[in-house]
């Protein structure tokens, strides 16, 4: 019987090495022939293939910082950083350029992408105070609550870069602790929005005074109670 040829280590070596080749010259000639006529990028760190620059992200914390160092390590007031296989996030420390975009381009870069963070808060009931007249356990609960959802309000997130990895991974321990700091404020704010409703409902309050009272009569569309508590949630953390 006669050695295949298919199960020949040299063979199986020329094969991947072709291979090999192969993907080297398409990537760089086809690849780069294709993307050489659109705008160049900002400078910025090399990106590993699909993971991009999270592992560098991740290893460096806290992110802003991180971000500091690069403007400064390469001399740009501009820089660009690859977080996903489609997402540019794009840093400037320049006043001028800052301008550049909040006010001239701002049609362009004025809307914000979902991120975990806002994803987990779009979906005041305080008992009595101190004897000094300070806050008591419950107001101080909830404020504090509010501080943490504004902390970590657009933090950066790796789910937020691949998001198919929401509710699934949490590298960086933000889900927990913005889902507890969630429940927290919700805990004090329903049961009001709550009581309200029922008033409404049973025609003790006929007057518009608030927003909440808006929300409430809203007619195009109709808000369900659950989404007249997320926009009071998401107003009072945008609003703090």
Request: with cysteine; glycine share 4%; net charge positive.
């Amino acid at each position: 019987m006669h050695p295949s040829w298919s199960s020949s280590p040299a063979i199986q070596v020329v094969s991947v090495s072709a291979i090999i080749i192969i993907f080297i010259f398409f990537r760089k000639y086809v690849i780069n022939k294709t993307t050489s006529n659109q705008p160049g990028l900002p400078p910025g760190p090399t990106p590993l293939p699909f993971i991009c620059c999270t592992i560098q992200m991740l290893l460096n914390r806290p992110t802003f910082r991180w971000i500091h160092k690069l403007i400064d390590q390469f001399n740009t007031p501009i820089l660009c950083i690859k977080l996903g296989p489609s997402t540019h996030v794009i840093a400037v420390s320049s006043p001028n350029l800052a301008c550049e975009f909040m006010r001239k381009q701002d049609v362009v870069f004025s809307s914000r992408p979902e991120t975990l963070s806002t994803y987990l808060v779009s979906d005041r009931f305080f008992g009595a105070g101190m004897e000094d007249g300070g806050p008591g356990e419950e107001e101080t609960e909830h404020v504090a609550s509010v501080f943490i959802i504004l902390k970590y309000l657009y933090t950066f997130s790796i789910s937020d870069f691949f998001p198919w990895l929401r509710g699934k991974t949490d590298f960086e321990g933000h889900q927990k602790i913005i889902r507890t700091a969630i429940q927290r404020v919700r805990k004090y704010q329903d049961p009001l929005i709550d009581e309200r409703i029922q008033m409404w409902k049973d025609g003790v309050r006929k007057v518009k005074k608030d927003v909440l009272d808006v929300l409430i009569n809203h007619e195009s569309p109709k808000l369900t109670d659950q989404e007249i508590k997320a926009r009071i949630l998401v107003r009072l953390t945008c609003k703090s």
